[in-house]
């Protein structure tokens, strides 16, 4: 259903009143700090190979002498998997509603093989949601905007946008995925149509009320669509229009505690699943074609967050978000299609970190008292030296004797081997002539039999 401009210009299709403000400006400072890079495998199964930042910035996957560039392997031919290099950024703050502003010069669709995306999601996904701003794969000359929900959420109608709804059911768990999606036909709103009209600007506003997305072309946005303080109720009519009046579910129980996602994948579930030819030829495609990809960039002149002041107070709005190699991040998708949930197992990195908190001891060296010293042990006795041991001699503090040696015994515990100046730590001269010296060797080798039985039984502890 199509309003007038007179009836959008008066401020009713917004689904925000309040004033916004600046929060977050990702080129103030470096754009790319604001980012975290995720490195994990691809959970739409892409032909793909997501690097870390000292990667991406000495293969030239992304600078910032025009803007921010991101961009995927274009020089490399015959690659294996996991796939053609990319990059995959996660903002490092999440947000729960906002108004998002982003002006492009570039964007990496319309080209066979990829799958972009720019796109918000939040933790436990799909419970917490998905925005899809712009999302094609292959060839596609249209702008897919979609909403992924968790369970029974849907669309009634066509909401208050321009454009009519695709699929209704945004429920992540039905349609393979498919969600409540709106189609853009204008070829300039994505890939190769949109880059050679020298780009233009998308802007999410997501409220309380629901989700909305406007599109223009570059230089007719309004003039305050990257101010400090926007007001989406002039801009007339979104796109598309996700309205609370307009839908099955409460949108403040979909979505929440969104990160923002730029990523440039190949093939996958979605775009190998509808590559003439099927998975196969879209991934031998990719492998051998890398300058096909010379335009597969995103060309970013300007990305801006805006909250209103209530959002800003009272919903932990631009918090630091959780590490894109969690497991939230592993299991969310910026497609229409199935994804894996599976995430690596972590039973080795557990071991790892219980054993390495195991204190070590070290060997004990006689030394002067002093008050980090080990407790004395018990006073030794027969037992500690094996069946059969005549043990120490009677005289045991050693005082005024020499050791005697045992009566012949066939169970006898064999000798020691003859002590040295090892035995006595750094600057001992073997054993003293003084009569304590048995003893003190017998202190000493106990010691050390206790301290690695004492270690092997933490470290069996420490068995997943």
């Not at 998997?81 to 502003?101: E, F, H, I, Q």
Request: negative net charge.
């Amino acid at each position: 259903m199509q309003f007038s401009t007179l009836f959008t210009t008066a401020g009713l299709v917004s689904l925000g009143a309040a004033q916004y403000n600046l929060v977050e400006d990702f080129f103030s400072g470096d754009f790319f700090d604001h980012f975290t890079f995720y490195t994990g495998a691809d959970p739409t199964a892409g032909w793909v190979d997501y690097v870390d930042q000292g990667t991406a910035q000495s293969d030239g996957l992304i600078n910032t002498n025009k803007g921010a560039f991101i961009g995927v392997d274009s020089t490399t031919n015959n690659v294996v998997a996991p796939g053609r290099r990319s990059v995959r950024l996660s903002s490092n703050s999440a947000y729960t509603y906002m108004l998002v502003v982003l002006d492009l010069y570039n964007m990496p669709g319309g080209i066979q093989g990829t799958w972009p995306a720019f796109w918000t999601f939040g933790p436990d996904w799909p419970n917490n949601g998905e925005i899809d701003i712009i999302e094609g794969v292959n060839g596609q000359n249209a702008n897919y905007m979609t909403v992924h929900t968790g369970s029974s959420c849907s669309l009634k109608s066509g909401g208050d946008g321009l454009l009519q709804p695709f699929s209704n059911d945004c429920d992540a768990n039905d349609n393979s995925n498919q969600g409540c999606s709106f189609h853009d036909n204008d070829p300039s709103s994505y890939g190769s149509g949109f880059n050679s009209a020298g780009g233009g600007v998308y802007a999410m506003e997501w409220t309380a009320s629901g989700v909305s997305i406007w599109r223009w072309a570059q230089g007719s946005q309004p003039g305050d669509s990257l101010g400090s303080n926007p007001n989406p109720s002039g801009w007339g009519q979104p796109s598309a229009s996700w309205s609370s009046s307009d839908a099955s579910c409460d949108w403040s129980s979909q979505l929440s505690q969104h990160n923002i996602i730029f990523d440039t994948t190949f093939c996958g579930s979605w775009a190998g699943a509808v590559y003439d030819g099927g998975l196969g030829a879209c991934q031998s495609f990719v492998s051998n074609n890398p300058s096909a990809f010379e335009n597969a960039f995103w060309g970013v002149n300007n990305l801006r967050v805006y909250q209103q002041q209530s959002a800003s107070s009272n919903n932990g709005a631009g918090q630091p978000s959780a590490s894109p190699s969690a497991s939230p991040i592993a299991q969310a998708s910026p497609s229409p299609s199935p994804i894996s949930s599976s995430s690596p197992a972590t039973i080795a990195t557990s071991f790892s970190t219980i054993a390495s908190s195991t204190p070590a001891a070290s060997t004990p060296t006689p030394a002067s008292p002093n008050a980090n010293a080990t407790p004395t042990s018990e006073p030794l006795n027969s037992n500690e030296f094996g069946q059969g041991s005549e043990g120490i001699p009677e005289d045991s503090d050693g005082s005024g004797s020499t050791p005697t040696a045992a009566s012949p015994n066939a169970n006898a515990t064999p000798a020691p081997e003859p002590l040295t100046s090892n035995d006595f730590g750094s600057g001992s001269q073997g054993i003293p002539e003084g009569s304590d010296g048995w003893k003190r060797a017998a202190d000493m080798r106990m010691g050390e039999r206790r301290r690695r039985k004492h270690l092997a039984h933490h470290l069996k502890l420490a068995k997943p």
